[in-house]
């Protein structure tokens, strides 16, 4: 007689499976969420406030009242205002030139050096940022005042024969604005130009490219994602900085940002203030996606 086999009525059966559970990944949520509260916080939430705000109608002691009225957005185009914005866009349109100029080849530099003379040279770059861009720019007022140390030098050789008034104008803003913004041209420049395949740069050396034909026709192209990235990021800065005009300007340099300040906590015209603050973030924006459209179109024509 045959013994009887253990689990022979259960081995024909199917095994049980329980049903698939969609896993929550609380990573990401515990991540994302304290960046989502901040940004809300700090971010979104003043924007809708100077958003409501700009509708709103400058009262006779400073405040706002009703009626709600666009009028603050069409007073924005009168010529006065429109000139001081065009005057500010030129201004950081020269910084973004000559901090392009300074800056690219003190990148290719870098990034050409060897690895230890590189972290040096790194280093010079981020150095200034260990110090307030106030008291930097204070130390640049010292340098250019009239009393300051150019003119007693220059003075002193006997090169001039009375103070230059290096100070309170636009070349002495745009001095400040090109010394402050030129960090932020040479990283994303430095970053573009050492990710740069040198195969590239043999090959066309190999196929009888002079150095600045290879320049024009390799390097450059290769690194324009840099370039705009840096111009980006020092254009669209350069338009909000107030402190270096209302230091090394004067009163006779008003760019956006001294008009959007003054509109705030001298003029209290809050009303006309954001008004102002939300055309110059749209006239940003603007900026940002035309360079995401040109970027994208780059990397469309690199794929094909």
């Given at each position: 007689?045959k013994?009887?086999?253990?689990?022979s009525a259960?081995?024909?059966?199917?095994?049980?499976?329980?049903?698939?559970?969609?896993?929550?990944?609380?990573?990401?949520?515990?991540?994302?969420?304290?960046?989502?509260?901040?940004?809300?916080?700090?971010?979104?939430?003043?924007?809708?406030?100077?958003?409501?705000?700009?509708?709103?109608?400058?009262?006779?002691?400073?405040?706002?009242?009703?009626?709600?009225?666009?009028e603050?957005?069409?007073?924005?185009?009168?010529p006065?205002?429109?000139?001081?914005?065009?005057?500010?866009?030129?201004?950081?349109?020269?910084?973004?030139?000559?901090?392009?100029?300074?800056?690219?080849?003190?990148?290719?530099?870098?990034?050409?050096?060897?690895?230890?003379?590189r972290?040096?040279?790194?280093?010079?770059?981020?150095?200034?940022?260990?110090?307030?861009?106030?008291?930097?720019?204070?130390?640049?007022?010292?340098l250019?005042?009239?009393e300051?140390?150019i003119?007693?030098?220059?003075?002193?050789?006997?090169?001039?024969?009375?103070?230059?008034?290096?100070?309170?104008?636009?070349?002495?803003?745009l001095?400040?604005l090109?010394?402050?913004?030129?960090?932020?041209?040479v990283?994303?420049?430095y970053?573009?130009?050492e990710?740069?395949?040198?195969?590239?740069?043999?090959?066309?050396?190999?196929?009888?490219?002079?150095?600045v034909?290879?320049?024009?026709?390799?390097?450059l192209p290769?690194?324009a994602?840099?370039?705009?990235?840096?111009?980006?990021?020092?254009?669209?800065?350069?338009?909000?900085?107030f402190?270096?005009p209302d230091?090394m300007?004067?009163?006779?340099?008003?760019?956006i940002?001294?008009?959007i300040?003054?509109?705030?906590?001298t003029a209290?015209?809050?009303?006309?203030?954001?008004?102002?603050s939300?055309?110059?973030?749209?006239?940003?924006?603007l900026?940002?996606?035309?360079?995401?459209?040109i970027?994208?179109?780059?990397?469309?024509k690199?794929?094909?």
């Amino acid at each position: 007689m045959k013994a009887p086999v253990i689990g022979s009525a259960t081995s024909s059966r199917p095994a049980a499976t329980t049903p698939n559970r969609p896993v929550r990944d609380y990573g990401k949520t515990w991540t994302i969420g304290p960046i989502l509260i901040w940004m809300s916080a700090l971010f979104l939430l003043p924007l809708i406030l100077i958003l409501g705000v700009s509708f709103f109608t400058r009262s006779s002691f400073g405040g706002i009242e009703l009626p709600l009225t666009v009028e603050n957005y069409v007073r924005f185009f009168d010529p006065l205002y429109f000139k001081i914005l065009w005057i500010s866009c030129v201004l950081a349109f020269f910084t973004t030139a000559i901090c392009l100029v300074l800056g690219y080849p003190f990148a290719y530099i870098v990034a050409r050096s060897p690895i230890n003379y590189r972290n040096i040279l790194m280093l010079l770059i981020i150095v200034p940022f260990w110090t307030n861009s106030l008291i930097r720019t204070y130390a640049w007022i010292v340098l250019l005042r009239t009393e300051g140390v150019i003119n007693t030098i220059l003075m002193q050789l006997g090169i001039i024969s009375q103070p230059l008034p290096l100070l309170y104008n636009e070349t002495a803003v745009l001095i400040g604005l090109v010394y402050t913004m030129l960090p932020f041209m040479v990283l994303p420049l430095y970053a573009s130009i050492e990710k740069l395949d040198k195969s590239l740069l043999e090959a066309s050396s190999d196929l009888g490219a002079k150095p600045v034909h290879t320049f024009w026709k390799v390097t450059l192209p290769l690194t324009a994602p840099g370039i705009m990235a840096g111009s980006l990021l020092v254009f669209i800065p350069s338009l909000g900085l107030f402190f270096i005009p209302d230091l090394m300007g004067g009163s006779k340099t008003v760019l956006i940002g001294n008009l959007i300040k003054n509109q705030f906590l001298t003029a209290r015209d809050w009303p006309f203030g954001s008004a102002s603050s939300i055309i110059l973030m749209g006239l940003t924006l603007l900026f940002i996606t035309a360079y995401i459209l040109i970027t994208k179109d780059k990397e469309g024509k690199e794929l094909l």
